[in-house]
């Protein structure tokens, strides 16, 4: 049986992930007609917050932000501090049990 604990990690990424997906396709609609934009910062933090697998998808498939060399470093640098703390937690879990 899978512990309800990662159940809730799965479901906080699929969650975070729709969300990131979400805002990245609004940021492209947006700069494709020149309205306003989302910050950079608002589409790191998504991915930071676990919705790194969506922004992922998001820029290979809108291809969004995937040129830009100083977003790519933020991004890859989110998501390396995002599976650090995720590690951490699944570690601090199993001393638990």
């Excluded at 159940?7 to 805002?23: D, E, K, Q, R, T």
């Excluded at 609004?26 to 676990?50: H, V, Y």
Aim: glycine share 6%; charged share 10%.
């Amino acid at each position: 049986m899978i512990p309800a604990a990662w159940l809730w990690l799965a479901s906080l990424y699929g969650a975070a992930s729709i969300a990131c997906f979400v805002a990245y396709a609004i940021d492209k609609s947006a700069a494709r007609q020149q309205r306003r934009r989302i910050p950079e910062r608002t589409l790191l933090l998504l991915g930071l917050c676990c919705g790194w697998p969506g922004g992922l998808l998001a820029q290979q498939t809108l291809r969004h932000k995937t040129v830009k060399t100083s977003f790519q470093l933020a991004y890859w640098a989110s998501v390396a501090a995002n599976l650090a703390a995720v590690w951490w937690l699944c570690t601090a879990l199993n001393t638990l049990d």
